[in-house]
């Protein structure tokens, strides 16, 4: 049995110093399979690099982070798309909208992220979708687009009961991160009432760092602490939820 990070960015500058050692370290800690959102064009050098190296273990998507859609993500977005022709990616991500730091280009996260649904239909690849202070209006958007096609995660999940009911009308997975160990994340309250088929497990390395580590750099190792936490929350063995979350994102990702 082996555990799943949907969710790392380990081609980050954080993991520079040991990036080796830190992907032989999760490898150990049984997170056998680990994918690699894409941020935007500046990402997706290393990211492939990481992938080359590592074939069995890293995964490379395509897609423009919410947060790199400024007045040139036509650009961003062209450079994506060649990406796409090119060769095989796992998904379509990391996409979505973001008001939690700049609002100015909200019209335009919009649009960017209608096009990136229509590559993943196109495509037949599931969408990483990341949201921050903005779900509401991510489950609006993703209604009106989804024909019965789309399919993909919530990353980071920490909504109410709410916005998981709608997520999961919409067919969604939620990626479920570090935020569950926080005292006031919100999640011990929530989980129990979510069934297993709709959660995977994610690190968001180098964010989002689980305790006890938390003010230190995530790494995918960590990802056990993650799965406890939910078998905790959710009263399931831990082999339970490492089976059922590896099984939710080979199903995803792989069709499996
Ligand atoms: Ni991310």
């Not at 993909?152 to 916005?163: K, L, N």
């Amino acid at each position: 049995m082996f555990l799943i990070d949907t969710h790392a960015h380990l081609y980050a500058d954080q993991f520079k110093a040991d990036r080796h050692d830190m992907i032989m370290r999760s490898v150990e800690a049984k997170v056998e399979r680990i994918y690699l959102p894409n941020i935007d064009h500046t990402s997706i050098e290393g990211m492939l690099a990481l992938e080359e190296k590592y074939p069995a273990h890293c995964f490379a998507t395509m897609g423009l982070h919410p947060c790199s859609v400024g007045k040139d993500f036509e650009k961003e977005l062209y450079q994506i798309e060649s990406w796409l022709e090119k060769r095989t990616f796992k998904a379509i991500g990391e996409m979505g909208t973001d008001l939690h730091w700049d609002k100015t280009y909200f019209e335009q996260q919009k649009e960017a992220f209608r096009i990136q649904a229509g590559w993943a239909k196109k495509y037949d690849l599931p969408l990483i979708i990341h949201c921050r202070k903005s779900t509401y209006e991510t489950i609006a958007l993703l209604k009106e687009l989804q024909d019965g096609t789309l399919r993909g995660i919530f990353h980071c999940f920490g909504g109410s009961w709410e916005e998981a009911q709608e997520i999961i009308k919409l067919g969604f997975l939620m990626g479920i991160g570090g935020v569950v160990t926080y005292k006031n994340g919100g999640l011990k309250e929530v989980l129990p009432k979510i069934d297993m088929q709709h959660l995977v497990l994610e690190t968001d390395a180098p964010y989002l760092t689980p305790e006890p580590h938390r003010g230190k750099r995530n790494e995918s190792s960590y990802i056990p602490i993650i799965a406890q936490k939910v078998a905790e929350y959710k009263n399931l063995p831990l082999e339970e939820v490492m089976q059922k979350t590896t099984e939710n994102a080979l199903r995803l990702f792989e069709k499996a």
